[in-house]
């Protein structure tokens, strides 16, 4: 049999029931949308489930566990069939906090050679939480009335004898505390008006509690004073009291009737409150009554604001609608209504308003006047206006934007994300940002920029990610903490431009300048060095051939070759550098940094120290050239922008890795590094990048700077 059964919002379960060792017990045979959602259990869960399953997670009121008895099935079957309702069950769920309680209706069904079970059931969460709500605020709100300053008196409940009066109630009717207590409460003739005869004692026995609101009682001077009486019976040891909390209002119904006849009750409410109020005819809208906030929110008086209607002071553009509501009101088709519109104010400017309306209405039902509420939401306004400005510059935004909660989860990416990354929104909400890691970084690298992070500041560099498709690609990225009111991190945000084809133009001026280098080096070498060897050749020649004939000008002829001969060492020194040749040198990249520290001492008198440990071969010329490199970049930095003295360069290999140090006495590079660095300082990172090593500029223990290149791996 299929079942189509939507049970007007209720949820429903058709079981059908079998015999098991111990009891009665059923098997779900049906069950419908309503049921899965208020269970949290799919309909395949359901099904074929016996009633005795601990899945269903039943409690009662009190919290403790529903025994299976108690079960809305079992006891349907335990009374013969007869229908069970009003029944409120608590369902434990473990994706809701507390519990979600249902009322079930349970009947039984016989079918000709069977029997189905119907159990419907709706959630009652609101009225269970309403009922508890209100319990707890009676009993708070007893417990606050009886401490109070009130006139007490405490009876036997059986008796009526008066046990105990406090002092309060006897200063307030002027009765001895001797005149009270071993007395019968109707012995007590200012009493008797209340409870000060048999019979109305004993409707309090009854029902253990009577409460006057407005009783009337004479003192023993003979005023007659309005009290508030409050009879409770309750248990003190076993035994039954009555406690009567007696409070003097006689000066609140002054008050009150005073206010009731003036108005003044009304009236201070409606100008004091801090929204604004107004009343208007309900036939053609003309204000009636409007309080000091309403001509706040106007720029109108009060008196100029009686002298118009609802209309003169509403955008053209909100008429039609405003006046269509407001007669639905009028006509009854409508309690009342709320809306937001404009207003315009007296100096011309628009505010935005909240409009809450409704009707007086006489005896009869007829409409008198309207009264509104009316809130200005202009600032509110302009907020949601911001937002949505915001909201569509971050759609629409040239670079990706990445939003993720403190763990790193992703919240949010706009569409740019998708469009570089070719991952969707969906594909990447709470993911971590390292799902597109290529590698290129080291956990050192991510480990520092999540510690600069956390610790509230910015942090800026250069990201080598891969897309969906497998591909890199660079990116320059900003990531920001977000922080609350109260300067806690509630958030990140990643702003990340593509950089991708400008770290390849990059990489290609970088690979043309090192084949310009070489080209420099060798025409230094081939033409300039070999004219320049040539001259000093003849400058020697010269001062020979003078020497006898013109002594002061053969010393100068030694002196041009002299000179000369020392530039051509320099050009020698300076074209081996621009054209290095390392794996055609004997000893690789360890020879040509030997020759290079020799080199630098020669060229700038500076200290070069040369050190490695063991055997470091580089098979790689493309990396050995580019190690070679960033050496010479790097010293050369220490030399021209830092002033060092001394210089050291460090070779060796450890784990499985090749480092290279070079560590000077320089005056350092400012840290943090600034984001737009020199053209060194790029070139360095990107002939690290190529040969995928990291590069490391730090400052040194004892000044200067030290800059570590480390490949992961064996070259």
């Known amino acids: 049999m299929v079942y189509d ?64 008895d108690k079960y809305p099935v079992n006891r349907a079957l335990q009374t013969a069939g007869e229908r069970k309702r009003d029944l409120i069950v608590g369902i434990c769920r473990p994706d809701r906090e507390g519990p979600t309680w249902v009322q079930f209706d349970t009947q039984v069904i016989q079918n000709p050679g069977s029997q189905l079970i119907v159990v419907t059931f709706f959630e009652v969460t609101v009225q269970m939480r309403a009922a508890t709500t209100l319990k707890a605020s009676e009993m708070r709100y007893r417990r606050l009335f009886e401490s109070a300053q009130d006139g007490i008196l405490i009876l036997d409940a059986e008796m009526g004898t008066v046990v105990d009066v406090n002092p309060f109630l006897t200063e307030l009717l002027g009765y001895s505390r001797e005149l009270f207590v071993g007395r019968k409460i109707w012995e007590l003739g200012f009493l008797k008006d209340s409870i000060a005869n048999k019979t109305h004692f004993t409707e309090l026995q009854e029902k253990e509690y009577i409460r006057y609101d407005d009783l009337p009682l004479e003192t023993a001077d003979g005023r007659r004073i309005a009290v508030e009486f409050v009879s409770n019976v309750y248990l003190v040891n076993g035994h039954k009291v009555i406690q009567c909390n007696i409070r003097d209002i006689s000066a609140k119904k002054r008050v009150e009737e005073a206010l009731w006849d003036s108005g003044e009750q009304f009236r201070a409410m409606f100008e004091v409150a801090s929204i604004g109020m107004a009343q208007a005819d309900v036939q053609t809208g003309q204000w009636l009554r409007v309080n000091h906030k309403m001509c706040a929110i106007t720029g109108y008086s009060a008196d100029e604001m009686l002298k118009m209607r609802i209309l003169d002071i509403t955008h053209p553009d909100d008429r039609k609608k405003d006046w269509e509501e407001f007669q639905r ?68 935004s040239p670079i990706s934007i990445i939003l993720t909660n403190t763990k790193g989860d992703i919240h949010y990416v706009n569409p740019k994300f998708t469009e570089v990354t070719g991952y969707s929104l969906e594909e990447v909400v709470s993911r971590n940002p390292r799902l597109l890691k290529s590698g290129h970084q080291s956990p050192g690298f991510y480990k520092k920029l999540w510690e ?221 590094l600034p984001l737009t660095s020199g053209m060194g300082l790029r070139s360095m990172r990107y002939r690290a990048e190529s040969i995928g090593a990291t590069l490391e500029i730090r400052p040194g223990a004892s000044g200067g700077t030290e800059i570590v290149c480390t490949l992961p791996e064996k070259p």
């Open 329 to 396: 009101v009028v006509k009854g088709e409508a309690a009342d209504y709320r809306l937001e519109k404009r207003y315009i104010r007296k100096d011309g400017s628009v505010v935005w308003v909240n409009v809450n309306m409704t009707i007086i209405r006489d005896v009869a039902g007829q409409p008198v006047r309207t009264i509104a509420a009316v809130e200005d939401i202009t600032e509110r306004k302009a907020s949601e206006q911001q937002i949505r400005q915001l909201s569509r510059a971050v759609e629409q």
């Open 452 to 672: 600069t992070i956390t610790a509230g500041h910015d942090w800026r560099g250069e990201l080598g990610n891969r897309k969906k498709n497998g591909e890199i690609y660079w990116e320059s990225a900003l990531i920001s903490p977000i922080k609350d009111e109260h300067g806690t991190i509630t958030h990140f945000m990643a702003l990340k431009e593509d950089i991708t084809e400008r770290k390849r133009a990059e990489q290609d001026v970088l690979e043309i300048s090192g084949h310009e280098l070489n080209r420099i080096g060798q025409e230094l070498h081939d033409d300039i060095c070999q004219w320049m060897a040539a001259t000093s050749m003849l400058a020697g020649a010269l001062a020979r051939n003078l020497a006898k004939e013109s002594p002061e000008n053969a010393a100068r002829a030694r002196e041009v070759s002299e000179n000369t001969r020392h530039a051509l060492d320099s050009l020698r020194m300076l074209a081996r550098g621009l054209t290095p040749e390392v794996i055609q040198l004997e000893g690789g990249l360890t020879g040509a940094l030997l020759k290079l520290a020799a080199n630098v001492e020669n060229m700038f008198r500076i200290r070069c120290l040369y050190e490695c440990a063991g055997t470091v071969e580089i098979r790689d010329e493309n990396v050995a050239l580019h190690l070679y490199r960033i050496a010479q970049e790097a010293i050369s930095n220490a030399v021209r922008h830092g002033g060092a003295q001394e210089v050291v360069i460090v070779l060796r290999r450890h784990d499985g890795r090749v480092s290279m140090l070079i560590r000077d006495d320089g005056s350092g590079i400012p840290q943090p």
């Open 5 to 68: 059964y939507k049970a007007g919002g209720h949820a429903l379960i058709i079981t059908t029931p079998r015999k098991s060792d111990r009891l009665l017990d059923t098997a779900v045979h049906y069950s419908n949308a309503m049921a899965s959602q208020l269970l949290g259990l799919t309909r395949d869960e359901m099904h074929g489930k016996r009633a005795t399953d601990p899945v269903w997670r039943f409690i009662q009121e009190d919290g403790t566990r529903l025994p299976v």
